[in-house]
């Protein structure tokens, strides 16, 4: 990893001159921190990324951990800066580069692909027009992303988008759910075909009915 002085390469575009802690972010910080006992305060590193990923979001639309940003984690908890720079290229939760309003993050993983993953993709690259991974559409509003495996296989294939999971997707259910994402109304996140949980599809089949009457 290069020094905190150099910006890796084709990344000077995008790569904001300063970053400050803004006044939600400090009252989380204060939280955090208040976890850890005194010179264990390096421990918060995973939590205070997240924190400069969300102020970016609602500063600038888009939820992503500039250089500075590392180096104010760094600072604030008198930690190298190389050592926040390990965790959040290690990390595929931390975006290092501006992403869409909206983050594809489609599970790939064998359990999504055999119940068809790939017509996910499909009707992503269809609608957004992205062509490769990592790439985000020319109307800036969605960016894809290949992921492995997110924990929610019964249900699968799911569609991360941003922070919520979009389970038992299909070509058609993927395209409605872009098109509504589009217009800025996210449907309610989950199966999309109506699962209670991860019960099977038409509801759950055990424990319906008491095996023997309760007594009076």
């Known amino acids: 990893m290069t020094d ?37 305060q390096a421990s918060a590193v995973l939590p205070l990324l997240y924190i400069v990923q969300k102020q970016m979001k609602r500063h600038t ?32 939760m931390f975006n290092l580069r501006p992403i869409g309003t909206w983050h594809l993050q489609c599970c790939t993983t064998t359990p999504c692909w055999l119940r068809g993953s790939d017509e996910v993709v499909r009707a992503c690259r269809e609608f957004t ?13 969605f960016t894809m992303t290949e992921v492995e495996c997110v924990g929610a296989c019964v249900n699968a294939p799911v569609l991360q988008v941003n922070d919520d999971f979009y389970e038992d997707m299909d070509a058609e259910r993927t395209r409605a759910l872009l098109a509504a994402l589009r217009e800025g109304k996210p449907p309610a996140p989950g199966s999309m075909i109506g699962r209670q949980t991860s019960a099977p599809e038409g509801g759950p089949t055990t424990l319906t009915t008491l095996a023997f009457a309760p007594e009076a």
């Open 4 to 40: 905190q002085t150099e910006v890796p390469p084709g990344q000077e575009a995008y790569q904001p001159a300063s970053f400050a802690f803004d006044a939600e972010s400090e009252s989380e910080i204060v939280v955090h921190l208040a976890k850890y006992p005194e010179g264990r």
């Open 61 to 92: 639309g888009s939820a992503w951990v500039p250089r500075v940003g590392m180096e104010a984690v760094a600072a604030r908890l008198s930690m190298p800066p190389i050592r926040v720079y390990e965790v959040a290229t290690f990390y595929l």
């Open 129 to 141: 027009g992205i062509a490769g991974w990592g790439e985000t559409s020319a109307d800036g509003m």
